[in-house]
């Protein structure tokens, strides 16, 4: 194969910067294939844009058509796993937008299916693409920052209005979407923070309903977790602040990083704060931390753009996937375990917790959640847009 054929399975505001992307020839080693959507407006766009590629109302019919090698699904979450399953079994590589599902138990069985084939899977984590939450990462990993303390995120500057949540009949309701901040905006520093500095064994979330729109999900987040080591985690997050903040802080037992306004800020002990602690003859000792400092060079506008480049990279040539979709489990499962805790009262859920339980709780919120999935998407604007960067 030369060229990878891409299919697109939903066209709307973020599928259209695909195709976008895609159909300019921006992806070396690609093409846009062909494109699925079922609203006829998306589907009138496509004919007028991507002239020669063919659209289609059925992305089984997508899929058996021959004109496709490998699938991105950018459709909304809850239909992320049927489709990209539906694509495994077609034998086609498949790409899923985050969050890779609404459930855990979605995520399980789309692994599980993963294992018995050889076509890549992928999910678009496109911040993992940014230079500064790399090196946050390599940090950690190279154990360099010593034993994990506290973690803390506060990430408030994903401020969305009234209109936003009203533009989309599935957005912010239990049956359209599956939850709120935590489900939509949230998953790409979920998983940036499970990626740096690992998954913890618990999780205790307060998710406020409602608190600054008519919206039936959640739109203020407070969770805190607990790892394996002792470590403690904190993570805030809200669309209902302005401004906002964006800033990770790791502390370790050698030190110390802070992520923040695109530059990551690293203190670092001359011994072990534990050595320190027992070792020292003062009561306040004054002590002297090496610096440095990175700045990112990431561009924006970039990062979709990666995570396309590596998935058809890693269907040519066998490149590794820096986001594979089996990897979509880890933040969903921070995120499903946050809805548990504070669907029962704020208690800690140990992980991994009950999916059958979680299951069942949520379906009863769907049951009477007044979700209209509709038919037409009027509001795609095709452009990668700057809320979706990592917006310091
Ligand atoms: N990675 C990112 O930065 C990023 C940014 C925006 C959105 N997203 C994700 O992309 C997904 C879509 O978000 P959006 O804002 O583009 O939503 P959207 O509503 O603008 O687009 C979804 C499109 O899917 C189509 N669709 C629905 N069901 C379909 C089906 N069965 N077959 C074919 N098409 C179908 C709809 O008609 C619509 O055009 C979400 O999961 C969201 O979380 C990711």
Redesign the pocket.
């Known amino acids: 194969m030369d060229k990878v054929r891409i299919g697109i399975?939903?066209?709307?505001?973020?599928?259209t910067a695909h195709a976008n992307t895609l159909f300019g020839g921006k992806v070396e080693g690609a093409v846009l294939g062909a494109v699925?959507?079922?609203?006829s407006d998306?589907r009138e766009f496509a004919k007028e844009n991507y002239l020669g590629v063919e659209t289609f109302d059925d992305?089984n019919q997508m899929f058996a058509s021959g004109l496709i090698d490998a699938v991105i699904v950018?459709?909304?979450?809850k239909?992320?796993c049927d489709i990209a399953m539906d694509a495994l079994h077609a034998g086609l590589n498949v790409l899923v937008?985050?969050?890779v599902d609404i459930t855990v138990s979605k995520a399980k069985a789309i692994n599980e299916l993963v294992k018995t084939t050889d076509k890549k899977f992928a999910i678009?984590f496109?911040q993992r693409t940014n230079d500064v939450f790399a090196k946050a990462r390599e940090i950690v990993k190279s154990g360099a920052l010593g034993e994990l303390k506290r973690t803390v995120w506060i990430i408030t500057n994903w401020y969305r209005t009234q209109r936003y949540y009203d533009s989309?009949g599935?957005r912010a309701t239990w049956a359209g979407e599956g939850g709120g901040v935590l489900l939509?905006q949230a998953p790409h520093n979920l998983d940036l923070w499970q990626w740096i500095c690992g998954m913890p064994i618990e999780v205790q979330a307060n998710c406020e309903v409602g608190k600054y729109h008519n919206i039936e999900v959640e739109d203020d987040v407070t969770l805190l977790t607990r790892y394996e080591n002792g470590a403690t985690g904190m993570f805030v997050t809200s669309t209902g602040e302005f401004p906002g903040t964006n800033r990770l802080e790791i502390s370790g037992t050698s030190g110390k990083i802070v992520v923040e306004n695109g530059t990551l800020k690293w203190w670092k002990l001359p011994e072990d704060e534990r050595e320190i602690c027992f070792n020292a003859t003062d009561l306040f000792p004054s002590i002297k931390c090496e610096y440095e400092e990175f700045v990112t060079q990431s561009k924006d506008g970039e990062a979709?753009k990666k995570i396309i480049q590596n998935y058809v990279n890693s269907i040519l040539n066998g490149e590794e996937l820096l986001s594979p979709g089996t990897d979509g489990i880890y933040e969903l499962t921070l995120s499903n375990a946050a809805y548990l805790s504070s669907w029962k009262g704020g208690v800690p859920i140990k992980l991994p917790f009950d999916t059958q339980e979680f299951d069942t709780i949520l379906g009863e919120r769907q049951k009477n959640s007044k979700t209209n999935d509709p038919k037409e998407?009027k509001?795609?604007s095709g452009k990668y847009s700057k809320r979706?960067q990592v917006n310091w």
């Open positions: 399975v939903g066209i709307g505001n973020i599928g699925c959507d079922i609203s998306r992305y950018s459709t909304p979450h239909l992320h937008e985050k969050p678009m496109n989309a599935w939509n979709h998407n509001n795609a979706w």
